[in-house]
């Protein structure tokens, strides 16, 4: 079993729908979850961060977390064709233990 | 946010050539680097992490004497592919830290070909 599980979609969407992104982890022991949005062929880009369980919302992005279910999302309201990319989770301990999903790919569509 | 440059954004070499990576932070002083590489619709997976002035911290299964990284100041390390087989093809990123575990800046990616 992965650490960290991420459905890789691919996934399409129309331009306005809600979108959410998933991922399930085993090792209890991580503490800070991260999104991260990868255009192709470019580096990851940090999103979102979050420490404990609950919501956190930027604009248009809110990253949940569900530590009892080991179980994190990232949802997109009014989700726009620049959008559209690779979304990575991440997961981590301490820093050196940072662990990624497989990444979904996202296409939105006008 | 903070800036990671990483050089070069694409490389091809030849079977048994070696080539350099280099990362760098423009804004701040990266107490570690990380350096991953990514396979198409695969996870990034950590190849080791570098601390400025010490020697890296390999994963396990990754060959040190094949990935030689240096760190060798606060806003610069390297990864040199040594003698490069087309299946180290592949794309390699970087990030940086100055701290914290959720302070991390990605470099833009090296598409290496080995031909």
């Known amino acids: 079993q992965k650490e960290v599980e991420q459905d890789p979609g691919p996934l399409s969407v129309p331009e306005g729908a809600i979108v959410s992104l998933n991922c399930t982890y085993s090792?209890?022991?991580?503490?800070?979850f991260m999104w991260y949005r990868q255009y192709s062929r470019k580096g990851p880009e940090l999103l979102m961060y979050?420490?404990?369980?609950g919501n956190k919302e930027d604009g248009r992005f809110t990253a949940q977390v569900d530590k009892s279910s080991k179980y994190i999302s990232l949802f997109i309201r009014d989700s726009q064709p620049s959008d559209s990319a690779t979304y990575l989770c991440?997961?981590?301990?301490?820093?050196?233990?940072?662990?990624f999903g497989a990444g979904t790919r996202l296409t939105v569509k006008p | 946010g903070a800036v990671v440059s990483q050089h070069p954004s694409r490389v091809i070499c030849k079977s048994g050539t070696s080539v350099k990576i280099e990362c760098r932070s423009l804004?701040?002083?990266?107490?570690?680097m990380f350096w991953y590489r990514q396979f198409p619709k695969q996870s990034l997976m950590l190849m080791a992490t570098?601390?400025?002035?010490?020697?890296?911290?390999?994963e396990q299964g990754v060959e040190k004497d094949k990935f030689l990284i240096n760190h060798a100041s606060l806003t610069l390390s390297t990864l040199t592919v040594t003698s490069a087989h087309p299946e180290d093809s592949s794309f390699y990123i970087c990030?940086?830290?100055?701290?914290?575990?959720?302070?991390?800046?990605f470099g833009q990616g090296t598409r290496l070909t080995v031909v």
């Open positions: 990030s940086a830290s100055p701290g914290g575990p959720t302070e991390a800046f």
């Open positions: 090792n209890s022991a991580f503490q800070y």
């Open positions: 991440a997961m981590t301990v301490d820093h050196n233990d940072m662990r």
């Open positions: 570098s601390n400025e002035g010490s020697k890296a911290t390999y």
């Open positions: 979050t420490y404990s369980s």
């Open positions: 804004d701040f002083q990266a107490t570690t």
